[in-house]
T-cell receptor
Framework: AQKITQTQPGMFVQEKEAVTLDCTYD???????LFWYKQPSSGEMIFLIY??????QNATEGRYSLNFQKARKSANLVISASQLGDSAMYFC?????????????FGQGTTLQVKP | EAGVAQSPRYKIIEKRQSVAFWCNPI?????LYWYQQILGQGPKLLIQ????????DSQLPKDRFSAERLKGVDSTLKIQPAKLEDSAVYLC??????????????FGPGTRLTVL
């Protein structure tokens, strides 16, 4: 069985500073994908970044980067130069090859508030 | 490219009534997913379609929930009769291919259901 754990229910960050959102995962699969989504108050889940288990380099997408530590089973999201529009709920999710379906397993989420 | 469309955005019903949600995926996306997101939790997969066939409906409460994807394009999710615990956001997502472990899912804005 797969499991995602996000231990930070809420985080605050000052505008223009960097912030790290924690995510640990549990799976016995060797092949899996890790995803981060942003959910603003409007409700839509916005895809941010993807990391495959065989990727040797950490994924980056603009101000988002994923700090992937395979041995520790962690996939933390780093947001650089925070903006007020980054205030939202952030979800870490995974999908493993053995699931045989596209089902994403989500964590509980972290609420990020960016202070001006 | 248009995103995933969902309607209605909000719905309030009395318990024991029925309700239906509609989803139109991104053009050309073969796989469609319905997720249920209860307040304060991550989304949970209800059902996955590939084209017009069901891939995974293991977590769909089949005594009251039903879904279809006629012609392999748009989809409808129905609840009949609704219970108080069905109050949630219902998210539709789509992905390009067969839902493999590297496949990115793109979400619609969701339908917020309140059951009184």
């Amino acid at each position: 069985a797969q499991k995602i754990t996000q231990t930070q229910p809420g985080m605050f960050v000052q505008e223009k500073e960097a912030v790290t959102l924690d995510c640990t995962y549990d799976t016995s699969d060797q092949s899996y994908g890790l995803f981060w989504y942003k959910q603003p108050s409007s409700g839509e889940m916005i895809f941010l970044i993807y990391q495959g288990s065989y990727d040797e380099q950490n994924a980056t997408e603009g101000r988002y980067s994923l700090n992937f530590q395979k041995a520790r089973k962690s996939a933390n999201l780093v947001i650089s130069a925070s903006q007020l529009g980054d205030s939202a709920m952030y979800f870490c999710a995974m999908r493993a090859l053995s699931s045989n379906t596209g089902k994403l397993i989500f964590g509980q989420g972290t609420t990020l508030q960016v202070k001006p | 490219e248009a995103g995933v469309a969902q309607s209605p955005r909000y719905k309030i019903i009395e318990k024991r009534q029925s309700v239906a949600f509609w989803c139109n995926p991104i053009s050309g996306h073969a796989t469609l997913y319905w997720y249920q997101q209860i307040l304060g939790q991550g989304p949970k997969l209800l059902i996955q379609f590939q084209n017009n066939g069901v891939v995974d409906d293991s977590q769909l409460p089949k005594d009251r929930f039903s879904a279809e994807r006629l012609k392999g394009v748009d989809s409808t999710l129905k609840i009949q009769p609704a219970k108080l615990e069905d109050s949630a956001v219902y998210l539709c997502a789509s992905s390009k291919t067969s839902g493999g472990w590297t496949d990115t899912q793109y979400f619609g804005p969701g339908t917020r259901l309140t059951v009184l």
